[in-house]
């Protein structure tokens, strides 16, 4: 290993899961080496409730991936979702100084940190500033506008903030394993970068990662990320909902859901039964199909109602070519993507990983995963690169992810 | 909605949560990770601490006249010489001549190996020094296979030995018994190479006949008398006298051990004590001109100063050599 290269891992810490990857980062590329995962205990809805079960499962996956890359893991790049995030949009302007109106580095940087510089509420804290294109002249403009001649610079950023003490505890667990993180990533702009691409993220589109704890949403629009957003339900719901509406246990539930549970309901006849084991062994009972489906299907309903009701005005289905893209382990359910285009008016699909990514990393549980090692390289890049350099290999990929 | 940037007030990012756990607070792994990186900041402390102390050390040293003892070095005390030769230490310490009060480390290895190799005998030299006070010479001498007569500037004769290689030298510490064993050369023009004498072109065809003649007919090599050159360089022929008064021509391009295997024959076949070989020549393949003559007188002194004195077929007894004039001193 040379010098310069650098082991990163990405760390998800999901409710039903915890997913870690291990990359070597070069300086100009990252390849994956390593790969581990653990089923996560003393996480809920994205939180850690239990600090020495989740630094034990954390654990567990940073090792499998360390042992899975022959390396040790130098930083770590961790997603970072949860019911507590929340966003708000914020814009500045200023009227550009040169004599000649041509906008200037200070111009640029000047109207950034005016909207960027939005007071936070107490015990709030900034996890993402996403810029928005810039306006010259209410001209859209999106990448820099540096040289071009206009009286008025306008920008704005799109606030991703947390609680304090839950974004502490998510980053204690890794430090607990004595690993610096280098790098929040929000996991729906992590699964949203890998599921989409760049021409439907030009065109509007809206990636919705489903979890088993959490939702989490990100719409895009003009290549960047114009909302983001975290419902605090998911998979675990329904399995939930199956549980309470057939009076089964957790585990049976999750049984039926993934054995006949779908977002839309297709059973005609009520009567239609279903076992829950089909072993004939003592305690098996029968079922009806249509309940089931109703159960889940009612929820999927519900579930992407929130995440329409909360893009509001944002979202539309003619500002949104692209269409929904699902993705996440709850995504799995049968019929989801049908039930999607239904709420949203748009066309539906599951997501599916860049061909580049191998074959035992594609299943979608691993899209958030992989976004946040790319995502965190990106930002790492972006913090390193000077202002004024010239544009290279590095900086195309870094432009990959900024121009979403 | 445009403000001044100097009232822009410092956002709070999640940058600013202190990441230090307590150790409590870590697993298991975590604290095995904590300490092997304590471990190897420790380890790269102590090994840059061996740097500094390693240097400290140096230049204590330097300061204190270690290093310029180092320098100097102790005086030559002995010099150890491994030959595969007769050189002797003697010979050695008159041909390097260290002066008594050179160091070690002060002498030219260089010029040592240039003396040394200015003496033909020496084929190799290699010169190393062994602290403290000690000078091992190992070198690879020439063994003569013939030996020439020559004059020197002042006109007296010297004799010269010849190695397997062409390259005359004087010879010191050979059996004297040894050399007078060894035939003597002819019709060759020595020339000055450096110190020494170049090499006499041709001679390592001669080596080999020599060397064959000695291994399978040794009898009629210690009758060889003159090694003759004349005719090496126009017509690839070695003539050979021998004590008898006979003279043989070889031919270098053909096999030496079937020739010599020819001569044996002929040299046994001639049993007329009346009618001696007096030439034969070899050089022609499978045909073999033979001339026989009358017994001549037997050959036991060094062919000097007979340049040009050829005598006539018939009565010739001794055979022509001439000596090239040498300033040995040069």
């Not at chain 1, 949009?89 to 580095?105: F, G, H, Q």
């Not at chain 2, 009232?7 to 697993?27: F, Y």
């Not at chain 2, 102790?74 to 030769?85: E, I, K, P, Q």
Request: aromatic share 6%; net charge neutral; hydrophobic share 40%.
């Amino acid at each position: 290993m040379s010098s310069r290269t650098t082991i990163v891992g990405a760390v998800e810490i999901g409710t039903s899961k915890i997913t870690a990857l291990v990359g070597e980062h070069t300086g100009r590329e990252v390849v994956i080496i390593g790969c581990g995962e653990c089923p996560s205990r003393g996480v809920i809805k994205g939180s850690v409730v239990d600090y020495r079960a989740a630094t034990e499962c954390t654990q567990g996956a940073l090792e499998l991936a360390e042992r899975d890359a022959n390396e040790k893991i130098d930083h770590v790049f961790l997603g970072q979702s949860g019911g507590h995030l929340e966003g708000f949009y914020n814009e500045a302007s200023v009227n550009v100084k040169a004599a000649d109106n041509m906008i200037e580095t200070d111009d640029i940087r000047t109207v950034c940190d005016l909207a960027k510089s939005k007071d936070l509420p107490l015990g709030r804290l900034v996890v993402h500033n996403i810029r928005r294109p810039f306006r010259v002249d209410g001209r859209l403009v999106p990448t820099s506008p540096e040289n071009l001649v206009g009286q008025r610079l306008e920008v704005g950023y799109w606030t991703v903030h947390g609680q304090e003490q839950r974004l502490a505890d998510n980053i204690h667990v890794i430090k607990g394993f004595n690993l610096e993180v280098r790098e929040l990533v929000l996991s729906s702009l992590a699964s949203g970068h890998m599921v989409t691409s760049l021409e439907e993220r030009q065109n509007g589109v809206l990636a919705i990662d489903i979890g088993a704890g959490t939702t989490d949403f990100a719409l895009y629009r003009n290549g960047a990320p114009h909302t983001t957003g975290v419902v605090a339900v998911g998979g675990g719901h329904f399995t939930n909902d199956v549980s309470i509406g057939l009076r089964l246990t957790e585990t049976q539930a999750e049984k039926l859901k993934v054995r006949f549970g779908r977002a839309v309901v297709q059973a005609k006849e009520r009567d239609d039964k279903v076992w829950l084991d089909g072993n004939f062994a003592i305690g098996d009972r029968q079922f009806s199909r249509h309940a089931i489906e109703s159960i889940t299907a009612a929820r999927a309903w519900e579930l992407l109602d929130v995440v329409r009701r909360k893009l509001g005005q944002a979202f539309s289905p003619e500002a949104c070519a692209g269409g929904v893209v699902l993705t996440g382990g709850g995504a799995k359910l049968p019929a989801f993507a049908e039930c999607a285009a239904k709420v949203f008016g748009s066309p539906a699909r599951l997501g599916e990983a860049p061909g580049w990514v191998a074959e035992n990393l594609r299943d979608p549980g691993y899209h958030t995963a992989l976004g946040i090692l790319y995502f965190g390289i990106s930002s790492l890049t972006d913090h390193a690169a000077p202002a004024r350099r010239k544009a290279g290999f590095l900086s195309n990929v870094t432009r990959l992810f900024a121009q979403t | 909605m445009s403000k001044d940037p100097q009232d822009t007030p410092a956002t709070r990012s999640w940058r600013e949560i202190p990441q230090q756990v307590k150790p409590r607070a870590m697993s298991s792994g975590g604290r095995v990770r904590q300490a092997m990186g304590v471990l190897r900041v420790v380890m790269l402390a102590l090994a840059a601490a061996a740097v500094c102390w390693g240097g400290w050390e140096a230049a204590l040293a330097f300061h204190s006249g270690g290093a310029q003892e180092l320098t100097r070095g102790d005086r030559v005390r002995s010099l150890v010489l491994v030959t595969d030769g007769v050189l002797g230490r003697d010979w050695l310490a008159r041909t390097l001549a260290i002066p008594p009060d050179a160091t070690l480390v002060g002498i030219d290895i260089d010029a040592l190996r240039a003396r040394l190799m200015a003496d033909g005998q020496v084929r190799s030299a290699e010169i190393s020094r062994n602290f403290p006070d000690r000078i091992t010479v190992r070198v690879s001498e020439r063994s003569p296979v013939a030996r020439m007569m020559v004059q020197d500037g002042a006109g007296a004769p010297a004799m010269l030995l010849v190695g397997r290689d062409g390259v005359p030298f004087t010879g010191r510490g050979f059996d004297a018994a040894m050399v007078d064993s060894l035939p003597w050369i002819d019709g060759v023009t020595l020339c000055r190479s450096g110190a020494s004498f170049a090499a006499i072109p041709g001679m390592p065809s001669v080596s080999e006949l020599l060397a064959t003649a000695r291994l399978e007919a040794d009898d009629l090599y210690r009758t060889w008398r003159v090694i003759s050159l004349n005719r090496m360089a126009t017509d690839g022929d070695i003539e050979v006298a021998a004590k008898s008064g006979m003279r043989v021509t070889f031919s270098t391009r053909e096999d030496y051990l079937r020739q010599i295997a020819r001569l044996d024959f002929l040299v046994a076949s001639a049993t007329d004590p009346t009618k001696p070989l007096a030439e034969v020549d070899l050089a022609l393949g499978s045909q073999v001109p033979v001339k026989f003559g009358a017994a001549p007188p037997m050959l036991d002194q060094p062919p000097v100063n007979t340049t040009g004195a050829t005598p006539s077929r018939a009565t010739i007894s001794f055979p022509s050599i001439s000596t090239p004039r040498i300033d040995l001193k040069t």
